[in-house]
């Protein structure tokens, strides 16, 4: 039991409690400390979760819960499961979610993306034209290396909807370079409506787009998805008959 309590004392950086408790030879005191600090504990990690899924900006909190996988294509002996394990995570690996739109992709980036933030990682959720025109902003008044640096810090960044609208060739040339600054020191998970070899309809310049989709793809597990929109399924079964 003193161990488990000189444990707890370590996490939480409490220098002196466990050498009192031992003096004191109670096991009374002992289990009531040990429960205490447990409590405390607990209480320090659902802050930092939730300052985590904050600070992350998830447009709205989704969680494997009912989540369905039937109509996924995962690569040679990867499994959902696996995946939520983060162990790509760990190894700076790259996400790409790609199919038709409606098909759960977002779901899936957000969830993991929580399932980060529990484990203490810092995440910064994005759609893809938002952190462009962010981008653009920065450039425009000077902070573009301060923010660039502020995404550097993050263990893992979430481009969501790459695809649905064309960046301008500044736009395409700044999100390009924060797409370098995460390659093998960053994770990113991005999803998209569209294949590879339609990617630079969005891009514009052939070169810029093959040298980022080179830096995705590099290190990345891939994603299919297939089937038809959930949404439009369920407005359609909302419908009268």
């Excluded at 205490?36 to 992350?56: M, P």
């Excluded at 959902?80 to 394990?85: A, C, E, I």
């Excluded at 993991?112 to 653009?136: I, N, T």
Aim: aromatic share 8%; with cysteine; charged share 25%.
């Amino acid at each position: 039991m003193a161990v488990e309590l000189t444990n707890l004392c370590r996490q939480l950086r409490l220098a002196h409690i466990a050498e009192y408790v031992s003096a004191q030879q109670s096991e009374q005191l002992l289990q009531l400390v040990q429960e205490l600090l447990v409590a405390e504990l607990d209480g320090r990690r659902r802050a930092k979760l939730g300052k985590l899924v904050q600070q992350a900006g998830f447009p709205h909190l989704k969680t494997f819960e009912g989540y369905v996988t039937d109509h996924i294509v995962f690569p040679q002996g990867g499994s959902l499961d696996t995946l939520r394990q983060l162990e790509w995570l760990e190894r700076k690996e790259n996400l790409l979610l790609m199919g038709a739109v409606g098909t759960g992709k977002t779901h899936m980036a957000i969830a993991l993306g929580v399932e980060a933030c529990r484990r203490g990682k810092a995440v910064q959720f994005y759609r893809s034209s938002d952190l462009v025109a962010v981008l653009q902003e920065k450039f425009a008044s000077g902070t573009l290396s301060k923010f660039r640096e502020k995404l550097r810090k993050m263990d893992l960044l979430i481009l969501d909807e790459v695809g649905y609208v064309p960046f301008s060739q500044t736009g395409s040339e700044l999100l390009f370079n924060v797409i370098a600054d995460c390659y093998e020191r960053q994770s990113v998970i991005v999803t998209s409506n569209l294949e590879f070899g339609q990617w630079t309809s969005i891009f514009g310049d052939t070169k810029l787009t093959s040298a980022l989709v080179d830096r995705l793809v590099h290190h990345a597990h891939i994603l299919s998805f297939t089937g038809d929109s959930f949404r439009l399924k369920q407005a359609m079964e909302r419908i009268p008959g």
